[in-house]
């Protein structure tokens, strides 16, 4: 029913292409089917792209029986662990050519595509499906086994949880653009930022609200920001902006303005209010950067010292 797949050696529905010396990632789209279809000869399946659980991360789970359970007891076809998964909390059943999300009367619920789903919901082609800190895709279609693959391409560089890149990218990116910006003579600038007394929100409303937190507050982020602008998840609530070609004080202002807009921002999680605010530290690239770990130590350190003098608030490096 399941098979381990690792990230090596997969080939992946994606290339480089080359322009102006700057070498780009181009990924083919994933088609998306309307619920009710089911690709002929089958081959459905879901695919582990969040986990907190890492020998789960990437796994390929095929649909072919119906109802297919998941849950944190052992009778489950696949078992989940934590607390905010049910004994048993869904399962996947197949009517009519189509494959259906049911919730088994779960405490905390089922959602797809981040919304609570009630007692059922008809699966489409790439749907998201969260069982407590666990996020899996729908596959479906003729291309299964390519979608797949690209799957577990786009989890080297993005974070399933919050759509921002992974700090591996992020470093990779920062690499480069140091390269270009010292060749052409151009400003750099980092923003790292973090979200206040995290923790606390974890400890007293839960980790899934956490997790709503943290993909609210990328959200938010990602549509603050321009497309040649790096955005990446650094480490659990701590996130960074790589921003080419911006000088320290335009660096400032966005900081300021994310800093507000956090702020300002309704986080609501089952009907409960969540107050959220973010210290951030801003760096500008200097001669004295070897490499990009200086230019993340510099920009990290006035988040610390945003942290120490009262938190949100904003910190920029003199």
Excluded at 58 to 67: E, I, Q, T, Y
Aim: hydrophobic letters at 35%.
């Amino acid at each position: 029913m399941e098979g381990t797949v690792t990230l090596e050696g997969c080939s992946f529905a994606a290339c480089s292409v080359s322009g102006d010396g700057d070498e780009k990632t181009r990924v083919t789209a994933i088609v998306q089917k309307p619920p009710g279809e089911v690709s002929p000869g089958g081959g459905d399946c879901l695919v582990v792209i969040y986990t907190k659980e890492p020998t789960l991360l990437g796994k390929r789970f095929v649909l072919d029986m119906s109802p297919l359970r998941i849950g944190r007891g052992p009778e489950n076809h696949i078992v989940l662990e934590g607390d905010s998964v049910s004994r048993r909390h869904v399962h996947f059943e197949q009517r009519n050519n189509a494959w259906y999300a049911v919730d088994d009367g779960s405490t905390n619920g089922t959602y797809v595509n981040d919304d609570q789903i009630g007692r059922e919901c008809a699966l489409a082609n790439g749907d998201r499906v969260k069982v407590g800190p666990t996020i899996f895709k729908y596959l479906s279609g003729q291309d299964v086994e390519s979608q797949y693959h690209e799957e577990i391409y786009r989890m080297t560089i993005i974070d399933g949880l919050t759509q921002a890149h992974v700090k591996r990218y992020l470093l990779e990116s920062l690499e480069k653009e140091i390269i270009r910006a010292r060749r052409h003579q151009r400003d750099m600038c980092l923003v790292m930022f973090d979200i206040d007394h995290f923790k606390r929100i974890n400890d007293t409303q839960g980790h899934l609200a956490g997790d709503h937190v943290l993909k609210e507050l990328a959200r938010l982020v990602q549509a603050r920001i321009r497309r040649d602008e790096v955005f990446a998840r650094y480490g659990g609530e701590e996130f960074a902006l790589l921003l080419p070609e911006t000088t320290l004080e335009g660096a400032s202002q966005l900081a300021h303005d994310l800093r507000q807009r956090v702020e300002e921002a309704k986080f609501v999680f089952q009907n409960e209010r969540i107050n959220v605010t973010v210290s951030i530290g801003v760096a500008k690239l200097l001669e004295s950067h070897r490499s990009g770990l200086d230019l993340i130590r510099d920009s990290d350190e006035r988040l610390y010292e945003a942290k120490r003098s009262g938190r949100n608030r904003v910190v920029v490096a003199k």
